[in-house]
């Protein structure tokens, strides 16, 4: 059965990192993309980075630069997905959830169309 468990989320201060794992049971979750979006209170969710089956890793706007997603997929049980997020800011506030893509085709994996599965997410909140 396919799952996503996110971890990692809390409280930081701005300027400061904080890293965040998804783990990705299924085998489903080898074949497609995963992403990561995020969503503030009263906005709407948006998307943060995604990595292709193959390597590929696209970013949303305000993020390339300072998050690096990657991904780890050595085990066949089980398919990882980071997000290392630095220099971060008090509008990188919001709840960040991990999803399971349908495709990786990366303009759909970009929206939340291009993805099936999704985690319970995780809190971030920068202080300024």
């Known amino acids: 059965q396919e799952q996503l468990v996110e971890a990692g989320g809390g409280l930081v201060q701005a300027g400061g990192s904080l890293r965040l794992s998804c783990a990705a049971s299924g085998r489903r979750f080898h074949s497609y993309g995963m992403g990561w979006f995020r969503q503030a209170p009263g906005k709407e969710r948006e998307f943060v980075a995604a990595?292709?089956?193959?390597?590929?890793?696209?970013?949303?706007d305000g993020v390339e630069g300072r998050f690096t997603a990657s991904r780890d997929a050595r085990d066949n049980a089980r398919n990882m997905l980071y997000l290392e997020m630095n220099s971060l800011k008090p509008g990188d506030t919001a709840e960040y959830y991990c999803?399971?893509?349908?495709?990786?085709?990366?303009?759909?994996?970009?929206?939340?169309?291009?993805?099936?599965?999704w985690g319970q997410g995780t809190q971030v909140t920068v202080s300024s």
């Open positions: 990595v292709t089956s193959g390597g590929t890793t696209i970013y949303g």
């Open positions: 999803a399971g893509g349908r495709t990786n085709h990366v303009a759909t994996l970009r929206t939340a169309r291009g993805y099936s599965f």
